[in-house]
């Protein structure tokens, strides 16, 4: 990431309960040019059902960003984005 991330700008713009499919996710934003963090990830592989990452992007970003993730197969967008 270019700079630090301020958690009061952050939306979350979609949540998985597969790690990699996170990490698939925010390459694609990286690859874009949009700076994200995946919240939860770690707790997956431990208690996946109940767990799940979330990917968070700039509230500048958030349009953008769940346009490019629309295109990806399984993305489950984040119906409210202010639940950091």
Do not use: C, H, W
């Amino acid at each position: 990431m270019a700079d630090i991330l301020d958690a009061d700008d952050m939306v979350v713009v979609a949540r998985y309960s597969d790690p990699p499919e996170a990490q698939l996710a925010q390459s694609v934003l990286e690859g874009s040019g949009i700076d994200s963090f995946l919240s939860g990830e770690e707790g997956n592989s431990l208690l996946p059902a109940t767990l799940g990452a979330r990917l968070l992007v700039r509230r500048g970003d958030e349009a953008v960003a769940k346009s490019l993730l629309n295109d990806l197969p399984e993305a489950s967008l984040a119906d409210d984005g202010n639940d950091l």
